[in-house]
């Protein structure tokens, strides 16, 4: 995160917190001279995108350090496990960033229902709406199955969201013991939309590959805001160019697409640059949460957002 934007969003006093009342500007390494003075004497590290990672020469440089609180969402490659082993408390605005990931995945599925994205092209190239809206009689939100692989908290989020509107929605996650789920392969063949929460493991790499994209619905579509490593690229590639589905990605394999990738032209692609996430007004709720995580620390009361390091393999 832009440490700028970091101090616009950090100064709610309500909160009877200040983030940033030191005259320094905020660290953007850990090894230089200057940096490890400062580190010295903290306690709380409040970080965000982009952060240097904490290894154990940072955590050298720190030895008053209790907490650090992160204004963004996954810790991984950013927190080592040397953090916790030292005992320091581990908080995410996580939570807070899958509020806007939720919202669009639920844009996202509304329009894809209703066709929009292939809709607003075939409009805009024939300049009439002749035989647009009644080639197509399945099309709308009403009694459509949505299939949720992932119960993660963008996946809950997503699920919550849905309740209002009269879709079938199946969950897919053998750890999500409190919800009603379903194999994996049944959701994937009964769905008229397939929406990606999973994380990013080595359990989950390529999680949808070929076959599961041949098992998709004709006219279904795939939806992807996790990450592009979940999905076989060229298998997807491969089933798109057959015209039987389409996929809207937020999330790609590399990220962007390589410059030649289909990707970039096939008709039935929707692709946004990894937007779904917190950005603009959205990022003031990251640094709210962080803030508000500050508060309790000096409060001396529980975190609400802590990290358990006993299921940090299995997030995001």
Not at 183 to 196: K, Q, T
Not at 204 to 212: D, H, K, N, P, V
Request: proline share 7%.
């Amino acid at each position: 995160m832009d440490p700028a934007v970091i101090v616009d969003y950090a100064m709610y006093p309500e909160l009877t917190v200040r983030l940033f009342d030191l005259p320094e500007p905020p660290l953007t390494e850990f090894r230089s001279a200057a940096a490890r003075a400062r580190l010295a004497r903290t306690e709380i590290l409040v970080t965000g995108w982009g952060c240097p990672v904490l290894d154990g020469g940072a955590l050298e440089a720190a030895p008053n350090l209790k907490a650090v609180v992160h204004a963004a969402g996954s810790i991984k490659g950013h927190v080592t496990p040397e953090v916790f082993a030292r005992g320091i408390v581990v908080s995410s605005a996580a939570d807070a960033n899958a509020i806007p990931v939720a919202e669009y995945t639920l844009a996202m599925i509304l329009l894809a229902n209703k066709a929009v994205p292939r809709l607003a092209r075939e409009y805009r190239a024939a300049r009439s709406d002749l035989g647009l809206l009644t080639q197509d009689n399945d099309l709308g939100n009403y009694r459509k199955t949505v299939g949720v692989v992932g119960a993660s908290r963008v996946g809950r989020r997503v699920i919550e969201l849905l309740r209002p509107f009269d879709l079938e929605v199946l969950v897919a996650d053998p750890y999500a013991d409190d919800l009603v789920t379903h194999d994996l392969d049944v959701v994937i063949g009964r769905s008229d939309v397939v929406s990606i929460h999973a994380p990013a493991t080595p359990e989950t790499y390529r999680l949808i590959g070929a076959e599961r994209l041949r098992a998709l619905k004709d006219g279904a579509t795939l939806i992807n805001t996790a990450r592009g490593s979940l999905v076989d690229e060229a298998a997807l590639i491969a089933e798109l160019r057959t015209g039987r589905i389409s996929a809207i990605l937020d999330v790609t394999d590399p990220e962007p697409p390589a410059p030649d990738s289909p990707l970039w032209d096939l008709p039935n692609v929707v692709l946004t640059p990894h937007v779904a996430g917190a950005l603009g007004s959205e990022v003031g709720r990251l640094g709210r949460t962080a803030l508000e995580e500050v508060a309790r620390l000096r409060r001396g009361v529980p975190l609400r957002y802590e990290v358990d390091p006993r299921v940090l393999s299995r997030q995001a």
